[in-house]
């Protein structure tokens, strides 16, 4: 639960004129600086190779560079157009110190909107929509050794549409989003909300309590009960009896609605049939054991 909204803060902004028929001293404006240091730029060649068309994102890690972008292929840089190209669609990984190819490349009909780095910097994961790396099948997320540039073939989950987001947590847990609805083959088959009742002498119920689905948008930084999101009117799992303090309690969900949603984030809300509300430890308080847990069964598809 939130405590008590927060205050907020208005800035008064007076403005002072002289009075009429006074003149006032005008000063001399200030020569214009720049904002950033500025870049050098230089029409010398340069070693790193040339893609034939756009790139439109750059990751780096542990000196290996990832290309994402609308490009066929890659050339040394000089190439007459035509000649020396090697194919690579839309998706490459350089050498950022000599800027040649380090031997990664997608094939088939590639698009690459979601790259991302371990925090150790020791695997690049790239996400997107392909479904081949150098020859050899790959669908939608990969990952690239960067000490050897190299793409690692022990790590292939499938997805089956287009991975478009990609996040790697402080642990190695990778997050991904996207149009897909199965992984390695499996989909969503059961859906169960996990709380713990607070060691608070009020906080169990006797009113029955029902998740329904978050419509509003909201933070964790700055929802408060009277800021409080709009609910969905239909009930995905009900729960009476939840009379007990300090207990784990489980709703079972309809699996349909969350599963139409693996591809966003997802909200849900507790809410009381009457006037007597259930008190559980939220995401921020308390050990982590006790914080609401969604868990997800998935079965072959």
């Known amino acids: 639960m939130k405590g008590p909204g927060r205050r907020g803060r208005i800035a008064t902004v007076a403005a002072l ?46 000196g290996a560079v990832h290309a994402g972008g609308t490009f066929s292929s890659v050339r040394p840089a000089g190439t007459p157009a035509g000649g ?16 040649a190819p380090a031997g990664t490349r997608s094939s088939g009909t590639a698009t690459v909107p979601a ?9 690049l994961y790239v996400g997107g929509y392909f479904n081949a790396v150098n020859g050899t099948s790959a669908d939608g997320l990969v990952t690239v050794d960067t000490a050897t540039r190299t793409w690692r073939a022990g790590f292939s989950p499938n997805p089956s549409a287009t991975v478009r987001a990609l996040d790697v947590a402080s642990n190695g847990t990778v997050h991904t989003g996207g149009d897909f609805r199965s992984v390695n083959g499996q989909v969503l088959e059961a859906a169960r909300i996990r709380f713990r009742t ?11 309590h029902s998740v329904v689905p978050v419509t509003g948008a909201w933070t964790d930084s700055t929802v408060t009960y009277s800021s409080r999101p709009a609910l969905a009117v239909s009930v995905l ?5 939840a009379t007990a ?33 259930l008190r559980v430890w939220s995401g921020e308080a308390g050990p982590a054991a006790s914080r609401p847990q969604l868990v997800l069964t998935f079965g072959a598809e």
């Open 17 to 62: 004129a002289p009075a009429a028929g006074v003149l006032a001293p005008v000063a001399a404006a200030p020569p214009a600086t720049a904002l950033t240091e500025p870049v050098g730029f230089t029409a010398d060649r340069q070693p790193a190779h040339q893609t034939i068309g756009i790139v439109w994102s750059l990751t780096e890690a542990n």
């Open 245 to 277: 303090v300090s207990t784990d309690h489980s709703v079972e969900l309809s699996a349909p609605a969350p599963g139409g949603a693996l591809r966003s984030s997802y909200s849900l809300a507790l809410t009381s049939s009457g006037t007597d509300s």
């Open 198 to 208: 607070s060691s608070d002498p009020t906080a169990g119920s006797t009113d029955s």
């Open 84 to 99: 020396g190209s090697t194919p690579a669609v839309n998706s490459a990984v350089f050498d950022a110190e000599t800027g």
């Open 115 to 123: 790259p991302a780095v371990s925090p150790d910097e020791s695997t």
């Open 237 to 241: 799992g009900t729960i009476t009896g």
